[in-house]
């Protein structure tokens, strides 16, 4: 066996046209788990594309996970805590354990909202990242 995997995810305004997530209740249009299709045992990766004005729709921590959003087209906002970031075409954010997330796509953005998520953490990445924890109560931080 082969130490390496390859997998062509298409170019970025291909991306919205995937449908996918980590599970079935959880999928949805842009998003591409790459390291369901790879043999990834310490990192994983997703591509993603939200449509002007389109968002996550909630909040997460994760108490293991760190993780690297890498922006590569579109104007966006992430919410980090009680923060809200303006994201577009170059930036990259780490983020750590138990920092509150969420992000969008500017509804004025001139095209999708394009980024990769890297994950890892200090022990074998699980195929489902059950260290999540949801945040109902916390209200979007969206600022127009």
């Known amino acids: 066996m082969s130490g390496y995997q390859v997998v062509e995810i298409g170019a970025l305004d291909e991306w919205r046209g995937h449908h996918g997530g980590f599970d079935e209740t959880r999928s949805r249009d842009g998003r591409r788990v790459v390291d369901h299709e790879l043999t990834m045992q310490y990192i994983g990766m997703t591509a993603n594309a939200l449509e002007p004005g389109e968002e ?31 994201v577009g075409p170059g930036t990259v954010i780490r983020v750590g354990q138990g920092v509150a997330r969420t992000w969008r796509a500017r509804p004025d953005s001139g095209g999708e909202l394009r980024w990769l998520c890297l994950r890892a953490g200090g022990e074998e990445l699980p195929h489902l990242p059950d260290d999540s924890s949801r945040l109902p109560e916390k209200p979007m931080p969206w600022i127009d």
């Open 56 to 86: 996550a729709g909630y909040w997460h921590v994760h108490g293991k996970i760190e993780e690297v959003y890498v922006f590569l087209a579109g104007r966006g906002q992430m919410g980090l805590d009680d923060d809200v970031i303006e």
